[in-house]
């Protein structure tokens, strides 16, 4: 598992506001840290917004498909969560969910 890469997890169960069900993350840890723990960091990505709204939804395009990556919804998963990889999202679009991070997290 590597930053940037596109991997199927399922949120389920889930409770309150939080995103639920099966649907592809991004993993915005680097290493050493996706290889030495038991869980991953993780964006998840959406097709159901119309819209971006910088911090909290970036612009991604994968698998042919216009969507989103939910930034407020960070979430360290336990591996055991992961499904299938899918792929990775562009070098540009990891830039962009990493200056929303800094925006969200107020790291600057």
Same mark, same amino acid.
């Given at each position: 598992?590597?930053?940037?890469?596109?991997?199927?997890?399922?949120?389920?169960?889930?409770?309150?506001?939080?995103?639920?069900?099966?649907?592809?993350?991004?993993?915005?840890?680097?290493?050493?840290?996706?290889?030495?723990?038991?869980? +991953?960091?993780? &964006?998840?990505?959406? +097709?159901?917004?119309?819209?971006?709204?910088?911090?909290?939804? &970036?612009?991604?395009?994968?698998?042919?498909? +216009?969507?989103?990556? *939910?930034?407020?919804?960070?979430?360290?998963?336990?591996?055991?969560?992961?499904?299938?990889?899918?792929?990775?999202?562009?070098?540009?679009?990891?830039?962009?969910?990493?200056? +929303?991070? *800094?925006?969200?997290?107020?790291?600057?």
């Amino acid at each position: 598992m590597k930053r940037g890469e596109v991997w199927m997890v399922n949120f389920d169960p889930q409770v309150g506001a939080e995103i639920k069900k099966l649907r592809p993350t991004v993993i915005v840890e680097r290493e050493p840290f996706t290889r030495l723990r038991r869980t +991953a960091t993780v &964006i998840p990505l959406s +097709a159901a917004y119309a819209k971006t709204e910088f911090p909290l939804l &970036i612009a991604t395009r994968f698998m042919g498909q +216009a969507g989103v990556a *939910v930034i407020d919804q960070l979430k360290a998963c336990d591996k055991r969560r992961f499904g299938r990889q899918l792929g990775r999202l562009s070098d540009a679009e990891m830039e962009q969910i990493s200056q +929303a991070l *800094v925006d969200l997290l107020d790291l600057a």
